[in-house]
């Protein structure tokens, strides 16, 4: 035996696989709190909720002919369609800014070469304090950027004798700027 809210739904069913506009007014002015609320938890932002719960009633209503009533109620096959659409936005949104990020880096290398490099300010002082050889290993590693690889190739010294004194190095530096 159905119930009351059972009928009703299967009434309404029927109704909008006719493509009965009324139908449609009903389904949104009975359902749109919910799914905006839903939409809201995802995105954050009243109106892009706003504008993702339009687009949701527009796929739904487009798409209603692929509605099965065999896999599940109305309401929660609306919802899928809002929850997807809402998240399918934040992602659109998210690449947008990350390509926008990514444009503004790109811009912004291609515009200011980095000559001057404000972390290096009074580096080649403090290496100035240590001993020559020491000093060619710091050269390299904070001023020319090299790797401790590369710089163990540079030198012709062992790789773990470069990261052993580049280690105490540091540690020295560090207690005569104190």
Known sequence: ?????????????KRLYARDETA?????QNY?????YTIWRIVRHNELAEDVLQESMLKFWLSFSEYDDSKGRLFTWALHISRNMAIDRLRGQR?????TTDLLQTGAELVAPTTFRPEHIGV?????????TDQQLM????????TQSEASAE???????????SRRLIRTLARVMR
């Open 1 to 13: 035996m159905k119930t009351f809210d059972q009928a009703l739904e299967d009434e309404l069913v």
């Open 24 to 28: 449609m007014t009903y389904f949104y």
């Open 32 to 36: 749109k709190a919910s799914l905006y």
């Open 95 to 99: 690449r947008q800014a990350a390509r």
């Open 124 to 132: 080649r002082d403090w290496i100035g304090l240590l001993p020559a």
């Open 139 to 146: 050269h390299l590693l904070y001023i020319q950027g090299y």
């Open 155 to 165: 030198l012709m010294l062992p790789l773990g004798t470069i990261k052993s004194r």
